[in-house]
């Protein structure tokens, strides 16, 4: 956590805390009304183990924390986990024992070949008023998802837990992305999703489709 210096929300910035610890990472807080919680969904798992991040180094072939039937082993990132504090400055508790959606998976079951078996990068936001498929209260979780390994294409998808967040989360496609072409077109990451006041749907997200797709 870093906090302003300053009234602004511009900053600058300094370092105040450390609420989980490494390799936790791609974090997003929100703030859920009902039960008065701050919530962070992340990535990654607790690892010390790690190698230096500083200077030029080659990308790691294998975890510095293996864990058995890791869908990704050498980044160390699959699966969504849930911390919540009833502050900022916490103590910030580990929603449950494992992921609250993706991590890993017997081989041969259904997620461990689907297209996101290696699930990470989520944004998550709890429905104030139903919208469409989604009544109120629902935690809805955009994520990135790619096949084991994550050595091909990248897509994004949806996932949604009526119980908030909780959990347990359930992906709307078990078989395909919200953006399924075969092509290279639908390749992002990084989504943020949010509603506005007429009930639409919106989301922004890193494009890594080439120059001149169709997306």
């Known amino acids: ?23 936790h990472h ?18 990654g798992r607790t690892c010390n183990n ?23 082993p050498a980044n160390m990132e699959s699966g969504i986990s849930a911390f919540s504090a ?14 609250v959606f993706g991590g890993v998976e017997t081989p041969g079951g259904s997620h461990w070949s689907s297209w996101d078996a290696d699930t990470t990068n989520p944004t998550a936001m709890i429905m104030r008023k139903s919208s469409g498929a989604f009544s109120k209260g629902t935690c809805v979780l955009m994520y990135r998802g790619c ?24 992906r709307h496609s078990a078989t395909a992305p ?22 639409h749907y919106h989301a922004l997200m890193h494009s890594l489709a080439k120059p001149g797709s169709s997306i």
């Open 1 to 23: 956590k870093a906090t302003s210096t300053t009234s602004s929300p511009l900053g600058p910035y300094e370092f105040a805390a450390e609420l989980l610890p490494p390799f």
């Open 178 to 199: 919200l953006c399924a072409k075969s092509d290279s077109s639908c390749d992002a990451e990084d989504p943020f999703i949010w509603l506005d006041s007429h009930g």
């Open 86 to 99: 009833p502050e900022l400055g916490g103590p910030w508790r580990r929603v449950g024992t494992e992921p």
């Open 147 to 170: 096949p084991k390994g994550c050595d091909s294409y990248e897509r994004i998808g949806i996932a949604s837990s009526a119980d908030g967040w909780r959990g347990p989360f359930k």
């Open 50 to 72: 790690t190698f230096n991040c500083h200077g030029e180094h080659p990308a790691p072939k294998h975890s510095a924390c293996p864990i058995p039937n890791d869908p990704a």
């Open 26 to 43: 791609n974090p997003q807080l929100l703030f859920d009304e009902e039960t008065r919680s701050w919530v962070i969904f992340a990535i």
